[in-house]
């Protein structure tokens, strides 16, 4: 993975202009000094040939720190897979875990709570040795997702976010939804980890203010859509004369908000909830229909919202490039 920073760059006087010039893997930036001190910077993809060029991708996290990431040798491909299929075994590992203990303990089965050997548990043949159960098949979807997700990533880095931090940010989103869709909760200890992470990156992403406002505004909106469910089911299961009535969202949907809103800064998160909004109208829809159809469905059947809220974050960190293009701005 090539990256350059211009400000390793060495200097060169010339007249009353300083043009500081480094070639990098794939890109030369150049930064030009005018008669009033003001910096400039130029980058251009050194690839010389077309095939290579196309497959350079220069891109601009902002102003200060041009950077770029050329597409690695082929020996790197197997790095690349091997972080990926890591990163799988990490969102797993946390998934199987965390829900069932709280903390973060050694491997086991989720039958007869023996300890797994390390070696069976992540490569083969993933099966406890006392009962002979195997881990689900959920363990083999991460890992090939994050396999995929890590490449793409490689490929094409997120416009925001860069591959490094767009690579975590995936990871953190993964556990949160892998945890949600099997247990319908988002942990208070994984959105205490968002906050710091989310914190960090949005101090790094946009200052101080605009990320606290983000922040707040992204948990408050929440919050408030929370009370409002709230009140909608008990209003509508006393009138049904039904005592049985689950949130229509949890708390932990709204602390997962407060993250995205830290991550997003002020005012993305006012879009990011937006499209959460109507993605989780989408999935909820959808959702009810196959439980409909599977006989399986009762009033407020429990929905998953954080795949939902976690979509609106993807979009606005990976994809603004092709929303900004889109909204034709
Ligand atoms: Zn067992």
């Known amino acids: 993975m090539g990256e350059v920073d211009h400000r390793d760059l060495r200097s060169d006087s010339r007249n009353d202009a300083l043009q ?23 980058s251009h993809c050194n690839c010389k040939k077309e095939n290579e060029q196309q497959s350079c991708k220069v891109f601009k996290q902002d102003k200060a720190t041009p950077r770029c990431y050329n597409l690695p040798m082929i020996g790197n491909i197997s790095l690349i897979v091997l972080l990926g299929w890591g990163i799988g075994a990490l969102i797993n590992y946390i998934a199987d875990v965390l829900p ?13 709570e023996s300890r797994l050997p390390l070696f069976n548990y992540l490569v083969w043949p993933r099966k406890c040795t006392q009962c002979g159960t195997r881990r689900s098949w959920r363990s083999w979807i991460v890992e090939v997702t994050s396999i995929a ?11 925001v976010l860069g591959f490094p931090l767009g690579v975590l940010v ?44 983000g922040g707040v505004a992204g948990f408050s909106l929440m919050l408030l859509l929370y009370y409002f469910g709230s009140v909608f089911a008990r209003t509508i299961s006393r009138r049904r004369g039904s005592s049985s009535i689950d949130e229509a969202l949890g708390f932990g949907d709204v602390n997962l908000s407060g993250v995205i809103g830290l991550l997003l800064g002020w005012p993305a998160i006012l879009l990011g909830l937006t499209i959460s909004i109507l993605f989780g109208g989408l999935t909820a ?45």
Request: one cysteine or more.
């Open 170 to 213: 995936l990871t953190y989103f993964g556990i949160v939804v892998v945890i949600d869709l099997e247990h319908r909760i988002i942990m208070h200890a994984v959105s205490l980890i968002g906050a710091f992470l989310g914190f960090g990156i949005g101090l790094r992403l946009h200052g101080l203010v605009p990320t606290l406002v």
């Open 100 to 112: 069932v203990k709280r903390r973060l303990t050694v491997q086991f089965c989720p039958v007869c």
């Open 20 to 42: 500081n010039t480094r070639e990098g893997i794939g890109e030369t930036i150049i930064c030009h000094q005018n008669n009033k001190g003001e910096i400039s910077h130029e």
């Open 149 to 159: 997700l890590v490449i793409w990533q490689w490929i094409e880095p997120s416009p």
């Open 285 to 329: 829809i959808l959702f009810l229909f196959i439980l409909t159809i599977t006989g399986r469905y009762r009033l407020f059947s429990a929905i998953p919202y954080g795949p939902s809220l976690v979509t609106g974050g993807i979009i606005l960190l990976y994809f603004k490039d092709y929303l900004l293009a889109y909204l034709g701005n």
